[in-house]
């Protein structure tokens, strides 16, 4: 029997680390594409997978290449809640201590499609550690996809729809309450190629990262630079 062909589509340093350590070792024969130029419908054509997975794709993807075969992206919410941009950051600022990681098939309107499965993940420690969390997470995710081939189920509930973060919303605001939700703010923030959370006081632009909460006080690495360009004056 002839092996399937399966992609993995992913922009991440995180998830691009775990195909190579995990999922490219999986039967069948494995594709990863890292550049959005990559995903043509010609290219699609010519490996002809079963699915493609989006573990982290901040692209949107044409509709030529959904109707070719099973797309299949991961989303760090419990659909239908939280649909739309950024579920991680949302969900941290509204208090959330855990998720579930749902992977669904894509369709024209974005995470609306029926849910394969779902995974809990926990939202302890930085972006960036709960995102190499999750990018194991969804390793297993695909693992049981290729082997079961899981009949997709259509969302049931209200859905909800997390609002798109601007860079401007990483401005650590005055009206945190408490250490707890300054901490939050910042770690939530911090993770590769995301904007980190920042205060701005006079020419300066204090950026601050790798936060960690004690008594009474949060320890972290601060990162300043001058508003209106690099002088040294």
């Known amino acids: 029997m002839e092996s399937e062909n399966y992609v993995v589509a992913t922009i991440k340093s995180w998830n691009i680390k775990v195909y190579n350590d995990i999922i490219e070792k999986y039967p069948g024969k494995w594709f990863l594409i890292t550049d959005p130029k990559e995903l043509t419908v010609d290219n699609i054509k010519l490996i002809n997978p079963k699915y493609i997975f989006f573990p982290h794709w901040s692209n949107i993807v044409p509709d ?85 081939n899981p009949k997709p189920k259509e969302q049931v509930g209200k859905a909800t729809i997390f609002k798109n973060r601007k860079p401007s919303d990483s401005k650590i605001s005055s009206d945190k309450k408490n250490l707890q939700e300054l901490f939050d703010h910042i770690r939530m923030l911090d993770a590769e190629t995301y904007p980190r959370a920042f205060i701005e006081n006079g020419s300066f632009r204090y950026e601050i990262s790798r936060p960690a909460l004690r008594t009474g006080e949060i320890i972290a690495d601060v990162h300043i630079s001058k508003i209106n360009g690099d002088d040294n004056d």
């Open 64 to 148: 030529e290449i959904l109707n070719l075969t099973s797309c299949v992206c991961f989303h760090e919410t419990n659909l239908p809640y939280g649909r739309g941009s950024c579920p991680l950051q949302n969900l941290i600022a509204n208090g959330y201590k855990e998720t579930v990681v749902s992977a669904l098939k894509m369709t024209k309107d974005i995470d609306a499609g029926p849910v394969y499965l779902k995974e809990a993940l926990s939202l302890e420690g930085l972006a960036e550690e709960i995102y190499i969390r999750n990018s194991y997470i969804v390793a297993e995710m695909i693992k049981t996809i290729i082997s079961v």
